[in-house]
Nanobody, 127 residues
């Protein structure tokens, strides 16, 4: 089982960045996916989540209307499109997955709920 994020980098405030996450090692169709981030000196926090079929999404308030999470079950990928980036978005971004067959319509927002994690990709936004 492997999840690999990419797409991070150093960007200026106001630009857009897309973070892809590729999952492999098992069928991911029944898995809810999410993006978390951990800024310097901060705890890991929920950013966005998407249920098994993409029919439901959730976002933390600070990224609503700027970030969009999407998934492609045929490719086993989950992407985070980030627009209008701000310096406070600077963090290591992690994709995560959880088996959601017992609760397919609820987006979980805490780290213990997720079983599988990528290694993270650094996003740095300069002002």
């Amino acid at each position: 089982v492997q999840m690999v994020e990419s797409g991070g980098g150093l960007v200026q405030a106001g630009v857009s960045l897309r973070l892809p996450c590729a999952a492999s090692g098992r069928p991911w169709t029944n898995y809810a996916m999410a993006w978390f981030r951990q800024g310097p000196g901060k705890e890991r926090e929920f950013v966005a989540g998407i249920n098994w079929n993409g029919g439901r999404t959730a976002y933390t308030d600070s990224v609503k209307d700027r970030f969009t999470i999407s998934r492609d079950n045929a490719k086993n990928t989950v992407d985070l499109q980030m627009n209008s980036l701000k310096p406070e978005d600077t963090a290591v971004y992690y994709c995560a997955a959880r088996d959601s067959r017992g609760n397919p319509w609820t987006i979980m927002m805490t780290t213990p709920e997720y079983e599988f994690w990528g290694q993270g990709t650094q996003v740095t936004v300069s002002s």
